[in-house]
């Protein structure tokens, strides 16, 4: 079972460059979200989509990009890496979240570090 | 505003040790998730507690969800080193995303 994959596992960007971290689920979950995780700062929202066409920022959107093609894949896109975008980055999937108590489904997340 | 306050932020305990750790809040949640993170890895599921006052039980972890729906307790009976971890607590509200505590390093000793 592949659940939750994300490319790439490690990546360096110098600033100002740009990127997508891939997303991609084969549960045939609704809904998908990206999170970083920082020291000390725990899991932080950044987007969200709860269908193919619809997504919506968290708490921390700025600086990010995303889109929902397909129902399976969940791409994050940073368009002009800075520093302080150096963080490891989770994707997560979940059936539905209507009933709000789905369980999130991780990936194995993405380190970046941005110089 | 960090609306899941966990603590403590560092637990460093022996083997055969009991615990708790606490996920407080001011906020009404609908539903209240513990999730454990080991290095290197996603957070995973450990449970989901809906109800107020609800008491789950995994093996030797007792989670409990407070009458009000604000805070959550996670205690660990006779602690082992396969412990140790990153716990989360995460809870929904009614119409946003789930939100996640800082977290509780724990490390468990032999």
């Known amino acids: 079972n592949a659940g939750v994959t994300q490319t790439p596992k490690f990546q360096v960007l110098k600033t100002g460059q740009s990127m997508t971290l891939q997303c991609a689920q084969d549960?045939?979950?609704?809904?998908m979200s990206w999170y970083r995780q920082d020291p000390g700062m725990g899991l932080r929202l950044i987007h969200y989509?709860?269908?193919?066409?619809?997504?919506d920022q968290g708490e921390v959107p700025n600086g990010y990009n995303v889109s929902r093609s397909t129902t399976e894949d969940f791409p994050l896109r940073l368009l002009s890496a800075a520093p302080s975008q150096t963080s490891v980055y989770f994707c997560?999937?979940?059936?539905?979240?209507?009933?709000?108590?789905?369980?999130?489904?991780f990936g194995e997340g993405s380190r970046l570090t941005v110089l | 505003t960090q609306l899941l306050e966990q603590s403590p932020q560092f637990l460093s305990i022996q083997e055969g040790e009991n615990l708790t750790v606490y996920c407080n809040s001011s906020?009404?949640?609908?539903?209240l998730q513990w999730y454990r993170q080991e290095p290197g890895e996603g957070p995973v599921l450990l449970v989901t507690?809906?109800?107020?006052?609800e008491v789950k039980k995994l093996k030797r972890l007792t989670f409990q969800f407070g009458d009000a729906r604000k805070d959550s307790s996670l205690h660990i009976t006779a602690a082992q080193p396969g412990d140790t971890g990153l716990y989360l607590c995460?809870?929904?509200?009614?119409?946003?995303?789930?939100?996640f505590g800082k977290g509780t390093t724990l490390s468990v000793s032999s």
């Open positions: 997560a999937s979940s059936y539905s979240q209507s009933s709000f108590t789905g369980e999130l489904f």
């Open positions: 549960m045939n979950h609704e809904y």
């Open positions: 989509s709860v269908g193919a066409g619809i997504t």
């Open positions: 906020s009404v949640f609908s539903s």
């Open positions: 507690v809906v109800t107020g006052g």
């Open positions: 995460a809870g929904n509200q009614a119409g946003t995303a789930l939100i």
